[in-house]
């Protein structure tokens, strides 16, 4: 095994895939992205098509071996960081019956309803362990969805299955899931993480349409030679397991200790750090702890609900003039709004946005939440909205570390990744917002690493997890928060709080309206 030195780590997101071969000391050898489409044509749909999935990460394959200028020989093993929990559903020769419904949609509310009554909400939590309220958007209540409208295809089907198992499967023909993937189908039992006998029996669903459910770093078998000349890689390499991208963000960040806190800054900012002290399954409305894959150890996994989403609205809709020069310049706009942003003084001339662009998660659940600026005045330019922007998803951050230390999380550093961790700036606020030291990691797709990790250990290139960590993963700088700007900060934040609490009535009644 030791020529064999090189792992790919795929994540599988819900705007794109990302694709990347890594050497044994977590160096990223290359790196490929691909975008498809997210069909949404109303508010409750929101689906996709598992075949661009797979065109796209075959042709991102073939470009990071092209790129890297490793043979395919070389690569010792490949596995996925999938987005969850999405529902795919195939027929018995393994396509696709239908699109994919993401984890963002909501059609099967009525169905959700139909198994909190038949179950009892108090059974269905002691069984699953997961808050009624997300039901509509698990897969169990997506199942009942294509039973009722569409009972055709319904019969058709051969097996359910989230994001990753499906491209698992396109490489292997094995039909195997991960125990954190099969907690959010909302099927099987808590902490057992077996199917649920009993629910299915309610439901009426067939235990042989679900996977075999395995350990993340679990080998599930070796590419076939269909998928190898798909990909480009040498066909009977193994394919590891892989889980769900919160998982692997956490381990890509190296929280293999109590005191870390992984900071995914992506379209949301997904958060989780590791306890040695076992919590409950869920906690609210949406924080979730579930096993490490460290011994004594337990991921505290939580999301809000909206992050460099906020920025990208703003850049899209009112940063003409920065697009316009970002294009004549060839770089991205965000540089340039991070550059304006730059000049204006800590606090945004007391300007507040509270980021709620579509609702929020953590550390309160409001889907009627928005989006508000409070405190525009006539001398406010675009460069502070931009910078309030930064400065109020910050105070997200904050408002939800804080509920996190309510918990009993010790809280020591905060390890940023994603795209919003390539803005100095917004790290920088990110500090001196929470008064924690940020540290910004030297590969920001934390997400493709930790995949590449359980691809090491599960080929036995790496005895554990943490031997695969201490190896691959390196924090490249560590920002110290500024005590005087923090203390201002702090002035604001309470503002900040306030103001949600004074209009989360006006929130509801716009809703309703």
């Known amino acids: 095994m030791a020529e ?43 689906e996709q098509d598992a075949q661009d999935w797979w065109n796209c990460i075959c042709s991102g394959m073939r470009e990071v071996l092209k790129k890297s200028g490793v043979g395919s020989g070389k690569v010792a093993g490949v596995s996925i960081s999938g987005q ?69 295809v319904y019969k058709l089907v051969s097996k359910f299955m989230g994001a990753k198992d499906f491209i698992n499967y396109r490489l292997t023909g094995s039909f195997k899931t991960d125990f954190i993937e099969a907690w959010w189908t909302g099927l099987a039992r808590v902490r057992d993480y077996s199917w649920s006998d009993e629910l299915l029996e309610i439901l009426g669903i067939q235990p042989d349409r679900l996977c075999e459910i395995v350990k993340p770093q679990d080998v599930v078998g070796c590419l076939t030679k269909e998928a190898a000349k798909a990909t480009g890689l040498k066909e009977d390499t193994p394919v590891i397991c ?9 381990l890509g960040s190296g929280t293999i200790r109590e005191g870390v806190v992984a900071d995914s800054a992506g379209g949301t900012e997904i958060i989780a750090t590791a306890m040695s002290r076992k919590m409950p399954s869920s906690m609210g409305e949406s924080t979730f702890c579930w096993p490490h894959l460290i011994p004594d150890l337990w991921i505290v996994y939580t999301s809000t609900a909206t992050s460099g989403s906020s920025l990208r609205w703003f850049k899209d809709q009112l940063a003409f003039e920065e697009r316009e020069a970002a294009e004549r310049k060839g770089i991205s706009p965000y540089e340039l709004l991070d550059a304006k942003a730059e000049q204006i003084e800590a606090g945004a001339g007391k300007l507040i946005f509270l980021p709620y662009m579509a609702g929020e998660y953590t550390p309160f659940f409001d889907l009627k939440a928005r989006g508000v600026f409070f405190g525009l005045s006539l001398d406010k330019r675009g460069e502070h909205l931009a910078r309030s922007i930064l400065e ?21 550093e905060v390890r940023t990744s994603g795209g919003g961790s390539r803005s100095r700036l917004w790290n920088r606020i990110k500090a001196d917002v929470t ?79």
């Open 84 to 152: 969850f929990p999405s529902f795919v559903y195939v027929d018995k020769s393994g396509r696709p019956a239908g699109r994919v419904m993401t984890y963002q949609d909501a059609r099967a509310n009525e169905q959700a309803n139909f198994i909190v009554r038949e179950v009892g909400a108090e059974r269905l939590v002691e069984l699953i362990g997961l808050p009624p309220s997300f039901f509509p958007t698990l897969p169990v209540a997506k199942i009942l969805w294509l039973r009722d409208h569409h009972p055709s």
């Open 242 to 250: 892989g889980t769900a991208d919160g998982m692997c963000n956490a």
């Open 4 to 46: 064999l030195s090189y792992v790919v780590g795929l994540d599988l997101g819900t705007t794109a895939c990302k694709v990347m071969l890594f050497d044994m000391a977590g160096k990223a050898k290359a790196f490929a992205r691909r975008e498809y489409p997210l069909y949404a044509p109303s508010s409750e749909i929101s």
């Open 392 to 412: 109020g998803v910050a105070f997200s951050l904050r408002h939800t570390l804080e509920a996190l230390e309510d918990l009993g999380v010790r809280i020591d």
């Open 435 to 513: 008064g924690k030291p940020v540290s910004v990691l030297d590969v920001s797709e934390t997400g493709c690493l930790g995949a590449a990790l359980l691809a090491a250990i599960g080929v036995g290139l790496f005895h554990d997890v943490e031997s695969a960590s201490k190896a691959m993963v390196r924090v490249k700088e560590t920002l110290e928060p500024d005590e005087s700007k923090f203390e201002f900060y702090s002035k604001l934040f309470k503002i900040y709080t306030e103001l949600y609490e004074r209009l989360r009535a006006p929130f509801s009644e716009l809703a309703s309206i």
